[in-house]
């Protein structure tokens, strides 16, 4: 399936949010990995954000993270808390970053929600699978994670 | 000195704490959403307030003007993700007196903060 002109801007807009929130916290760039069209929700990793967003984008954005990159990432800002509460605000607040940041590309007609975040066993049923979406795979530190934005117009 | 930080992540409340020095702030007081700012402002009078943006129950920006009734002096620096200009102008326009991008650093934060207090 290929992916439309708006959806290729607008992925570059998140790996180029993804890079830089990567690099001011952990220090390295990420290994960006080729992004794939979803039309079922894929596995979830350990912890993953969700942002909701709406007006002229509707639907939200998710981050999935495995725990030890979380882990990794709670050193590098000088937290000693590590356990799964850490861990799952962590990954929310990151979320809530890299889809706020976008707001430089997309303006104020995206209007974003505080996060939420979840293990990998549990999704929020206000939350409704998107019929599409783009997933974003990025290695970190030897570790696989992803981007997904479910936005529809 | 009193600080409050304003911000919905613990993890975030936290990394503000540790950046913005204890030998600065005698008192460093935290709140997770606007509403409960502006109780944190008139209980405790901090000198300087970190704000996040987007929060549940009361947003930055209508926490900033509630705050900034109660003393218009008061030293706000808006610490948040929300990168388009139009927010940023907003908070300003607003009272705060100055906007940091997040993700921010230790330095960043650090930085901004004794901007605000040389001011």
């Known amino acids: 399936m290929s992916i439309s002109f708006e959806t290729e801007q607008e992925l570059a807009v998140f790996i180029g949010t993804v890079g830089r929130y990567f690099q001011t916290?952990?220090?390295v760039l990420p290994d960006f990995l080729a992004p794939t069209l979803e039309t079922v929700l894929p596995a979830r990793l350990d912890c993953t954000g969700y942002m909701p967003v709406s007006g002229r984008l509707e639907g939200w954005i998710a981050l999935s993270l495995p725990s030890s990159l979380l882990r990794t990432l709670l050193d590098r800002l000088g937290e000693d808390?590590?356990?799964?509460?850490?861990?799952?605000?962590l990954v929310a607040e990151i979320t809530s970053?890299?889809?706020s940041n976008a707001r430089a590309h997309f303006g104020?007609?995206?209007?974003?929600?505080?996060?939420?975040?979840?293990?990998?066993?549990?999704f929020p049923d206000e939350l409704p699978a998107p019929p599409l979406s783009f997933r974003l795979p990025f290695q970190l530190q030897g570790a696989d994670a992803y981007l997904l934005v479910a936005l529809q117009r | 000195m009193k600080l409050l930080i304003?911000?919905?992540?613990?993890?975030?409340?936290?990394?503000?704490?540790?950046?913005?020095?204890?030998?600065?702030?005698?008192?460093?007081?935290?709140?997770?959403?606007g509403l409960l700012a502006v109780e944190m402002?008139?209980?405790?009078?901090?000198d300087v307030v970190t704000m996040d943006i987007t929060m549940p129950d009361m947003d930055g920006l209508s926490a900033i003007d509630l705050i900034l009734k109660q003393n218009p002096a008061a030293n706000i620096l808006v610490v948040s993700a929300l990168a388009d200009k139009g927010t940023a102008i907003e908070a300003v326009k607003r009272g705060?007196?100055?906007?940091?991008?997040?993700?921010?650093t230790a330095e960043s934060v650090h930085n901004a903060i004794e901007n605000i207090l040389s001011d």
């Open chain 1, 25 to 27: 916290v952990g220090g």
């Open chain 1, 81 to 89: 808390r590590h356990d799964e509460a850490a861990q799952l605000d």
């Open chain 1, 97 to 99: 970053t890299l889809t």
């Open chain 1, 108 to 122: 104020e007609h995206l209007r974003v929600a505080p996060p939420l975040a979840s293990s990998a066993s549990e």
């Open chain 2, 6 to 33: 304003v911000d919905d992540s613990l993890i975030m409340r936290r990394a503000i704490e540790r950046s913005a020095g204890r030998s600065r702030f005698s008192e460093i007081h935290t709140a997770t959403n």
């Open chain 2, 41 to 46: 402002f008139a209980r405790h009078r901090p």
């Open chain 2, 96 to 104: 705060a007196l100055g906007f940091l991008l997040k993700p921010v």
